[in-house]
């Protein structure tokens, strides 16, 4: 945890310099993954607050059973955001498959729900499925008797305006389970008025040191489910970050015996080095157009900030000061970068102009501050936190610098942001592992995301996709 000290006394010997340097830029001996580390989602806190839905499962309009049950991934997706909790299948009062079959609103609204969703599924005769949902107001259906009357262009209309949204696809078995996130990203939207990210994925390493090639560079959506192996490695992988469009990984590898940048494509794993310069090559954050990579290079003497345009390889200084400088973040318009430094005696974060290079102390509080992230929205900054020798997940403000500590958790690092900004993951320790953890913006839904083996750190959680 003494990272800018540890750094700094490289200087005093230099075959280690690059050596512990590098596996300091935030917090990093990495871990890994391993195709089995089988993530998944334990909600720890947080259900008191939320909002009643109710997530009927879906009829299946055939012979045989539902081929797959929608309902479920929908009602776990929105028990995991913080902001819902679906009612229990055995308190429900029937099994609608669409609004046409409520006989009575009343009964639905007696539970408390805000909303119900209902869905059919049927089977088309190439194979493939037909399904159809609905978002239905309980209490406005109850007061209309399910259908109003509404004035258009003079004339009296049938208006069903307690169905807030309605859809229909047609998806063949592979699609089951994304399908079943894109329902959960329409209701999530319907009711919230904030886009949903259950369509997204994570990046992250697992370790397994008693394997072969213990680091392994994993790819799986956001809850864990179809996990990719990418990489390999018998030597460290660290410090994984996603292009603007969700198709590429930049990330630092140890396997030629140094850190050097990569970045590999996640549909064909095809790579390509970025850098390899002498000393520390480390920490890469793609801009938001995706043109340019900030990192971390020493290659002139004490790690600094540099930007790289990704086509030409032109590398602009943009730091220079003899502590260590590193863990660079964009904010979303692209024009600056916040890093944590040392410069002011203490690890802060920092924020620099790209035009101007001018720059500015951000935060304040406490012993500590690293590894800022900028929130999709450009208000806010989330750090690691240190205090009274502590290391937690917090949330500072722009420009009020209001800074909220978000986790309990122990030895908290690496925080990466979901890309409309309701949550944040982040690996912490849980039972002397390194596990991933996730944190609902205002702090007040807690999950942690444990391996069955092995340990996992450094997530990156995706744009949207």
Do not use: C
């Amino acid at each position: 945890m003494m990272m800018f000290k540890q750094v700094s006394q490289t200087y005093k010997r230099p075959r280690l310099f690059w050596f512990v340097a590098s596996i300091v830029l935030f917090f990093a001996a990495l871990q890994s993954a391993q195709a089995q580390s089988g993530l998944e989602i334990v909600i720890t806190e947080g259900q008191d607050t939320s909002r009643p839905i109710a997530i009927v499962p879906f009829q299946f309009r055939g012979e045989g059973e539902s081929p797959y049950d929608f309902a479920e991934i929908v009602a776990a997706d929105l028990r995991r955001s913080g902001r819902f909790g679906p009612v229990s299948r055995n308190q429900l009062p029937g099994t609608p498959g669409k609004d046409a079959d409520i006989e009575d609103y009343a009964a639905w609204g007696r539970l408390g729900v805000e909303a119900m969703l209902v869905g059919e599924v049927s089977r088309l005769s190439d194979g493939r499925y037909q399904v159809t949902y609905e978002l239905i107001d309980p209490l406005r259906g109850q007061i209309t008797g399910g259908s109003a009357q509404a004035l258009v262009d003079g004339r009296l209309i049938d208006s069903n305006d307690h169905i807030i949204e309605g859809r229909s696809s047609v998806v063949s078995e592979p699609q089951f389970r994304q399908y079943s996130h894109r329902i959960s990203d329409v209701v999530y939207e319907a009711l919230t008025g904030e886009r949903g990210a259950f369509l997204t994925r994570i990046a992250y390493i697992y370790v397994d040191f008693d394997a072969e090639n213990p680091y392994h560079l994993m790819v799986s959506d956001y809850d864990g489910y179809n996990e990719r192996v990418l990489l390999r490695s018998p030597e460290p992988l660290m410090s994984p970050t996603w292009s603007p469009d969700g198709n590429k990984l930049a990330y630092v590898s140890f396997e030629n015996g140094r850190p050097e940048i990569f970045m590999q494509d996640i549909y064909t794993t095809s790579r390509e080095k970025l850098t390899s310069f002498p000393g520390i090559n480390g920490s890469p954050a793609w801009s938001p157009d995706g043109r340019r990579m900030a990192m971390v290079l020493s290659k002139d003497g004490a790690p600094n900030i540099y930007v790289m345009d990704i086509e030409s390889r032109r590398l602009e200084q943009i730091t220079d000061h003899w502590r260590i400088d590193t863990e660079p973040s964009w904010t979303p318009d692209g024009q600056s970068l916040t890093f944590t430094s040392e410069r002011g005696g203490r690890a802060q974060v920092y924020r620099v102009d790209l035009n101007s290079k001018q720059i500015r102390r951000v935060t304040f509080e406490g012993e500590a501050n690293l590894g800022g992230v900028v929130t999709p929205d450009g208000n806010g900054l989330v750090v690691v936190h240190r205090a009274n020798g502590r290391f937690h997940i917090g949330r500072q403000d722009f420009p009020s610098g209001n800074l909220q500590v978000l986790t309990e958790t122990s030895l908290d690092e690496s925080p990466s942001v979901a890309p409309n900004g309701s949550m944040i993951i982040y690996s912490t320790t849980h039972r002397d592992k390194q596990v991933l953890a996730l944190v609902s913006m205002d702090g007040r839904f807690r999950a942690r995301l444990p391996s069955r083996e092995g340990e996992v750190k450094a997530p990156a959680w995706s744009p949207f996709l």
